[in-house]
């Protein structure tokens, strides 16, 4: 409109006329044209663009030994390599390309159980809890394992046919034998260990060895599975990581899953609660303190 010409004076109407007119400032539209031309990102400039970030996460999910990871451990991996960029950067780049867990849960209301279950050192109580697997050719299985509270480590694990209080017994022996050294009497006391109200952690047989052992037996609330959540939650990871989608032909090839996951697991899965360290690496740092102190 500026640079219509008037058909009176032969001349351009000019911007200046054409704002008194419309009843706007120059600035107005100055500022209008230059964000229609060239929209600007508002803050500082980052340090790693858009494009070069989102082939740092592609890279780093393409390459992990997990799957489904959602943006915070990609974050915190990244974080690792010296990467800065802030969370919800790395949340809204994997929203816009559709790279986020498919894990999600559905939206729970809130539970009233308001207990802690997670201790601040280790040795003060573990979780135990067993999980039935389909197999081609054997059947049904069990899955049974033993996991530390505190950092969320796996201390032992057992695959069977049949699940009964010897089979639930097994993880428990190699975490013992694994963090005491023996078997001797009284060698975990003070140890408390959650378990749910299954026929295998009520038995006499297995009560009993406990008390050998010095270890509390602490069950989880009645229809409250958070209750033993920690135990709960490795073997959901368990189910996401190796289990879900995948036919095993028998027993055996199953235990070789487990016990290739418990190792990966221990060494390189990323526990929010330990500030996104392994279990290995948390207890490394756990010991070295206590010994510094």
Not at 73 to 99: C, D, E, F, S, T
Request: positive net charge; aromatic residues 10%.
């Amino acid at each position: 409109m500026s640079r219509t010409i008037s058909p009176s004076t032969g001349r351009v109407y000019g911007l200046k006329r054409v704002c008194e007119v419309w009843d706007i400032a120059r600035s107005t539209l100055y500022a209008a044209q230059l964000s229609k031309a060239t929209p600007l990102r508002r803050g500082p400039k980052p340090i790693v663009e858009d494009e070069k970030l989102l082939n740092m996460i592609q890279k780093d999910l393409s390459t992990t030994p997990f799957n489904g990871e959602g943006h915070k451990k990609v974050h915190a991996r990244l974080k690792r390599q010296g990467v800065k960029v802030g969370r919800n950067r790395v949340l809204k780049i994997m929203k816009i390309n559709r790279l986020m867990s498919p894990h999600r849960g559905v939206y729970k209301a809130t539970n009233p159980h308001d207990g802690k279950i997670i201790t601040d050192a280790p040795g003060v109580m573990w979780g135990s809890d067993g999980m039935k697997v389909q197999t081609a050719d054997d059947g049904w299985a069990w899955v049974f394992s033993v996991t530390e509270h505190w950092n969320s480590e796996c201390l032992g694990w057992h695959v069977c046919k049949i699940g009964d209080r010897f089979a639930a017994l097994e993880p428990v022996t190699q975490a013992v034998k694994k963090i005491y050294g023996f078997l001797n009497k009284d060698v975990a006391k003070g140890l408390q260990l959650r378990i749910d109200n299954g026929s295998q952690y009520t038995s006499d047989y297995f009560l009993q060895q406990l008390a050998y052992w010095g270890i509390k037996s602490s069950f989880g609330l009645i229809r409250q599975p958070e209750t033993n959540g920690v135990s709960e939650r490795f073997n959901r990871t368990l189910k996401e990581q190796v289990i879900n989608g995948r036919v095993f032909q028998d027993i055996e090839e199953l235990r070789e899953a487990v016990r290739l996951f418990a190792e990966v697991y221990n060494v390189q899965w990323l526990v929010a609660k330990m500030g996104y360290k392994s279990p290995y690496e948390a207890r490394s740092s756990y010991n070295k303190i206590k010994e510094a102190a």
